[in-house]
């Protein structure tokens, strides 16, 4: 099994729906992330946690909202998703692996979504 | 302005021969880390190597190593004997300050094609 998994893989949804994005690991790791790819863009931060009771805003948190259920489990939900949402989106977890100090990222495979 | 500048949306090697990635950074920060991490078609993302600020020696990863020019502030990604599966994109990223609270910030990204 991967070391973080993201479910579903792919969805196609339409404007005005909501959607949730799930997110697990087993590193162990206490930190986790929300990414989102858009061609040309590279990967942008939407949200971060470093622990449970912990959860911070990235660049572009906006439409978006996450729920840290446990130390493994990291969700991103789009109350109404809207077409312009239509991303890669990956979850990421770090933690005290080498090289040390680099807090390195583990990334899940990706959650492609479509917003019709 | 831009964090993390890839000016090379896309390059083109021979198999077996070595090629370099650009990237730029800007930063007013001493201290900071310098990441690349690989995108195969895939999607998944594979930390490739990390170049932390005050690292005296450029590192090595087998294959990879990044050229590391602070006065520059320039970060490239060598890649030496080139193999058909290196056919990826490949994203320079950057983490400011010391310590796991500062994020990564990510560029653009390079799209490598290795030709037999």
């Known amino acids: 099994d991967a070391d973080v998994t993201q479910t579903p893989r792919n969805r196609i949804t339409k404007t005005g729906k909501r959607i949730m994005l799930e997110c697990s690991q087993t590193k162990g790791h206490d930190r986790m992330y929300w990414y989102r790819q858009d061609p040309g863009l590279g990967l942008r931060l939407i949200y971060y946690?470093?622990?449970?009771?912990?959860?911070n805003k990235g660049e572009i948190s906006d439409g978006y909202s996450v729920s840290r259920q446990a130390q493994a489990k990291f969700s991103l939900s789009l109350e109404s998703a809207i077409p312009n949402q239509t991303a890669l989106y990956f979850c990421a977890t770090s933690g005290t692996d080498l090289p040390a100090g680099a807090n390195v990222l583990t990334f899940g495979a990706g959650s492609r979504l479509t917003v019709l | 302005a831009q964090k993390i500048t890839q000016t090379q949306p896309g390059m083109f090697v021979q198999e077996k021969e070595a090629v370099t990635l650009d990237c730029t950074y800007d930063t007013s920060d001493p201290s900071y880390g310098l990441f690349w991490y690989k995108q195969p078609s895939s999607g998944e993302m594979i930390f490739l190597i990390y170049?932390?600020?005050?690292?005296?020696q450029n590192a090595t990863e087998g294959r990879y190593s990044l050229n590391f020019q602070k006065a520059r502030k320039s970060a490239n990604l060598v890649i030496s004997a080139s193999q058909l599966g290196d056919s990826a994109m490949y994203f320079c990223a950057m983490r400011e300050g010391s310590g796991s609270a500062r994020q990564l910030t990510f560029g653009s990204g390079t799209q490598l094609t290795v030709l037999p």
């Open positions: 170049q932390g600020s005050y690292d005296q």
């Open positions: 946690s470093f622990d449970v009771k912990d959860i």
